[in-house]
């Protein structure tokens, strides 16, 4: 919608937004708090049956009008059957925002978006023996934790 309002490509307004995130993030930061190695552990135990869950991590789709002067497959979600941008999101067990990254094209999955992302557990620290709860679209591998399906 930005990009008709503005007569501007629907890259313009992808790379426009990932250009604000620094200033959301000084804006924000008291609303999302990457917590600290400590604040991690403190969460343990929080989810009864699950104590070594301390967040969860999943998706969700911002649909966006018909890119005109770009290849619009990019942005097309066959899941969702509509052209979108992406964003992942981190919270606590607690509910607390921990992290967003935003701008991932239509095209790609959770799993592809997360590969994606500033890595948690190096550039973003994380405690070895704790996990994120995911869907069954992520890899299940540390820190984030799915369902197991059967194969």
Same mark, same amino acid.
């Given at each position: 919608m930005l $990009? +008709?309002?503005?007569? +501007? $490509? +629907? $890259? @313009?307004?992808?790379?426009?937004?990932?250009?604000?995130? &620094?200033?959301?993030?000084? @804006?924000?930061?008291?609303l999302i708090h990457w917590p600290s190695l400590d604040e991690w552990q403190d969460l343990q135990g929080g989810w009864?049956?699950? &104590?070594?869950? +301390?967040?969860?991590?999943d998706g969700t789709s911002t649909e966006i009008y018909r &890119?005109? @002067?770009? &290849? *619009?497959?990019?942005?097309y979600s066959g899941h969702r059957q509509?052209?979108?941008?992406? @964003?992942q999101v981190v919270t606590s067990n607690e509910g607390r925002i921990c992290y967003v990254e935003c701008g991932f094209l239509g095209h790609q999955n959770d799993a592809q978006q997360y590969m994606l992302m500033r890595n948690i557990g190096q550039q973003l620290p994380f405690p070895d023996e704790l996990f994120l709860l995911g869907?069954?679209?992520? *890899?299940?591998?540390?820190p984030v934790l799915t369902a197991y399906t059967r194969q």
């Open positions: $990009s +008709v309002i503005f007569d +501007v $490509s +629907v $890259s @313009t307004i992808k790379d426009e937004m990932h250009a604000c995130i &620094p200033i959301f993030e000084e @804006t924000y930061s008291r009864g049956k699950l &104590p070594f869950a +301390v967040g969860a991590i &890119p005109i @002067t770009e &290849p *619009q497959e990019q942005y509509y052209h979108c941008i992406h @964003t869907d069954k679209i992520y *890899q299940n591998r540390h």
